[in-house]
């Protein structure tokens, strides 16, 4: 999860941070709505191939039920994710130079991933 979304959420935030709206409410509104589903669904792809071993992972991919499995976990995870994200990235915008918000953004996204992972592994061993 933090090999992938670090480096996306790092770009993300410095050109939301140049070119979003000048409202910090607006900008969180954004990155919730805009960006974080998709992110959400790639995270789960992405623990879904490193769980299983490559012969599986092909498989189940030429199934299609990693990308459907992923969506699903990513829409059932969103509204945590609502009650997580826009409190981290207001409070960076509100509290931080722009210098620190990826650097603080990068702590609290291992944070979640971790949230994320135990929640994925909790869920694989119950079904």
């Known amino acids: 999860g933090g090999l992938i979304n670090a480096p996306i959420s790092h770009y993300w935030f410095e050109w939301l941070s140049l070119h979003g709206p000048s409202s910090n409410t607006a900008s969180v509104l954004v990155d919730q709505l805009v960006v974080q589903p998709p992110l959400l669904a790639l995270m789960f792809v992405c623990l879904d191939i490193l769980r ?11 199934k299609g039920h990693v990308i459907s499995k992923s969506v699903s ?37 291992v944070a979640w991933t971790v949230y994320l992972s135990r929640g994925s592994a909790s869920a694989a061993a119950d079904g």
Do not use: D, E, G
């Open 73 to 109: 976990n990513a829409l059932r995870v969103v509204p945590s994710s609502w009650r997580f994200w826009p409190f981290a990235v207001y409070l960076t915008f509100k509290y931080l130079k722009k210098k620190h918000y990826t650097v603080a953004l990068n702590l609290c996204s």
């Open 52 to 62: 299983a071993n490559i012969r599986t992972t092909l498989h189940q991919f030429q």
